[in-house]
C-alpha cells in the first residue's frame, strides 16, 4: 500500500507539533531543573541548605517559574511586535488567504454570495439603474467569486518575501 504525499505531509505536520510542543518542552523543563540543581545548587552549601532535596527545588522552580512563563507568554501576544509579526508571516504563507476554505464557505457562502450578487445585478439592471462603473465593478466581484468556486486564486499570494 503506498502513502501518499498529502498523509506524509500531515505526519510529518503532526510529529512536529506534538515533538516541538509537548516532548521538548517537558523534556527541556526537567533537563533544565536537573542541571541546575545538581550542578548549581548541589556545589553551592549556601543553596543546598535552602534546597537539601531536589524536590523542593523543583517545587518552587516550578511555583515561580509557571506564572512567570505565563506572564512572558501573554506580554508576547498582548503587548509585543513579536506576535504581529508572526501573525503577518502565516497570513502570507497560507493558501486560503486567497483561496475559499473547504467546508461552508465553498459549499454554502460562496455560492450563495455569488447568487445575491448576480440576482441584484439582474434586479438593478431591469430598473435601469446601474451605470457603467458599478457594472463593471460587479462584474469584476462575479468573475472573482466564479474563479473562488472553481479552486483558484484571487489576488496575489506573497510568497517571495525575503523575510
Known amino acids: 500500500m503506498r502513502i501518499s504525499q498529502r498523509v506524509l505531509t500531515r505526519l510529518w505536520y503532526y510529529f512536529r507539533l506534538g515533538y516541538s510542543t509537548y516532548l521538548t518542552w517537558a ?4 533537563s533544565t531543573l536537573v542541571t541546575v540543581y545538581y550542578l548549581a545548587i548541589k556545589n553551592l552549601p549556601a543553596l543546598l541548605d535552602v ?5 523542593s527545588f523543583a517545587a ?3 511555583v515561580i517559574g509557571g506564572p512567570t512563563a505565563v506572564l512572558i507568554g ?4 498582548k503587548r509585543s511586535l513579536a ?4 501573525a503577518d508571516i502565516a ?12 467546508g461552508i464557505w465553498a459549499e454554502v457562502f460562496a455560492p450563495l454570495y455569488l447568487e445575491l450578487l448576480i440576482q441584484q445585478k439582474k434586479l438593478l439592471e431591469a430598473q435601469h439603474l446601474l451605470s457603467e462603473d458599478d457594472r463593471k465593478r460587479v462584474e469584476t466581484i462575479e468573475r ?8 483558484g ?9 525575503n523575510l
Not at 74 to 77: R, T
Not at 91 to 102: A, D, G, M, R, V
Not at 153 to 161: A, D, Q
Open 27 to 30: 523534556l527541556g523543563y526537567v
Open 83 to 86: 506576535y504581529s509579526a508572526e
Open 60 to 62: 518552587l522552580a516550578t
Open 51 to 55: 534546597f537539601p532535596q531536589f524536590v
Open 91 to 102: 497570513i502570507e504563507s497560507n493558501p486560503y488567504t486567497y483561496k475559499l476554505t473547504p
Open 153 to 161: 486564486y484571487v489576488g496575489t499570494p506573497r510568497r517571495n518575501l
Open 74 to 77: 501573554w506580554v508576547h501576544f
Open 144 to 151: 472573482k467569486m466564479k474563479e473562488l468556486l472553481g479552486g
